[in-house]
């Protein structure tokens, strides 16, 4: 199992960005899927999950994340996708993605997420 995320770099707030976690090993269809982020001083913490106990739509982590980020899966291309709009400065984090083999995201976030990539830098100029 490998996911590798990218689509990180320097973005101007009040735009939008778009990163891809790609997977290997395992269909993404099969296990549930997450992103999370973690800046600079802070813990880590989750964005959103999409697996087959939220109807293969995605579940996000506060009401705030539901209002600028849309976490989806590209079946075809075996990847995680993570959309931000109206990014901010406090968007800067390094964004990672990972994977529980049990296609329920309820299950994964009282356990833990088994599988994780090694992240990519988003960095976010006002």
């Known amino acids: 199992v490998q996911l590798v995320e990218s689509g990180g770099g320097l973005v101007q707030s009040g735009g939008s960005l778009r990163l891809s976690c790609a997977a290997s090993?395992?269909?993404?269809?099969?296990?549930?899927m997450a992103w999370f982020r973690q800046a600079p001083g802070k813990e880590r913490e989750g964005i959103g999950c999409?697996?087959?106990?939220?109807?293969?739509?995605?579940?996000y982590y506060t009401d705030s994340a539901k209002e600028r980020f849309t976490v989806s899966r590209d079946v075809a291309k075996n990847m995680l996708v993570l959309r931000v709009d109206r990014v901010e400065p406090e968007d800067t984090a390094v964004y990672l993605c990972?994977?529980?083999?049990?296609?329920?995201?309820?299950?994964?976030?009282?356990?833990?997420?088994?599988?994780w990539g090694q992240g990519t830098q988003v960095t976010v100029s006002a």
């Open positions: 990972a994977a529980h083999r049990i296609s329920l995201c309820h299950m994964a976030k009282r356990h833990g997420f088994e599988y």
């Open positions: 090993g395992f269909s993404v269809e099969n296990f549930a």
């Open positions: 999409i697996a087959l106990d939220t109807s293969d739509a995605a579940t």
